[in-house]
């Protein structure tokens, strides 16, 4: 079982300039989870999906942030225009149904932002 | 406003001994609590949970008990192996099936041997 994977591991970028990052869920899962890691608020939910719709994006910072998951297999994670204070990382977990302890977490993203 | 607060951002331990992990919340409505572990370069893994209905629950080496009157619980790692070193997260939630984790800032246990 491959887990779920994330791309890039590591992403540099510039301020302002547009970022995305992928996740690819456990095959057979319908949940899924983008968060954000950083060293003041800890591990932040921003948004989650289930069955490939959004059911609560309370936790998006900010306009700039927007994410999609077209199919049960693939969800991206936007920036645009990055900031300097987007620089986190970024995890994606999956899991099957809404229960809480069987959510799998991916090796998470890390972005810098220049 | 962190509504999961653990207080102590690191804890070192001798190899054997006991780790007591803390973690308290302010939010009344939490009654679903779980512990993740992280180590480097991997994303967080689920270790125990214990509901609201319960003050203990016991998985081998890790004892996570809940104080609801205080607000507090706390993981308890006996012995303690190197292996154990890592991030530990705390973690609350609302009973229902939409409801969202709201996690701690983490404390890195290392544990000497």
């Known amino acids: 079982d491959a887990g779920v994977i994330q791309s890039p591991r590591h992403e540099v970028t510039e301020m302002g300039q547009e970022v995305t990052l992928r996740c690819k869920p456990i095959s057979g899962h319908n949940s899924l989870f983008w968060y954000r890691q950083t060293m003041m608020r800890g591990l932040e939910l921003l948004i989650y999906f289930n069955n490939n719709v959004p059911i609560d994006d309370s936790g998006m910072p900010e306009d700039r942030f927007s994410a999609k998951m077209p199919n049960a297999s693939f969800s991206t994670l936007k920036i645009q225009p990055s900031e300097p204070r987007d620089s986190a990382v970024y995890f994606c977990?999956?899991?099957?149904?809404?229960?809480?302890?069987?959510?799998?977490f991916g090796p998470g993203t890390r972005l810098l932002v220049l | 406003d962190q509504q999961v607060k653990q207080n102590s951002p690191s804890l070192s331990v001798q190899e054997g001994r006991i780790s007591i992990l803390n973690c308290d919340y302010t939010?009344?409505?939490?009654?679903?609590f779980l512990w993740y572990k992280k180590y480097p370069a991997e994303g967080p893994t689920f270790l125990i949970s214990?509901?609201?209905?319960?003050d203990k629950n016991e998985d081998g080496r890790f004892t996570v008990f809940l104080n609801k009157s205080a607000k507090h619980l706390s993981l308890h790692i006996v012995p303690s192996q190197p292996g154990d070193s890592a991030v530990y997260f705390c973690a609350a939630s609302e009973t229902g099936a939409n409801s969202k984790l709201t996690f701690g800032k983490g404390i890195t246990l290392s544990v000497r041997p």
């Open positions: 939010n009344s409505m939490f009654d679903y």
């Open positions: 977990a999956s899991s099957l149904g809404l229960k809480k302890e069987t959510q799998y």
């Open positions: 214990i509901s609201s209905i319960k």
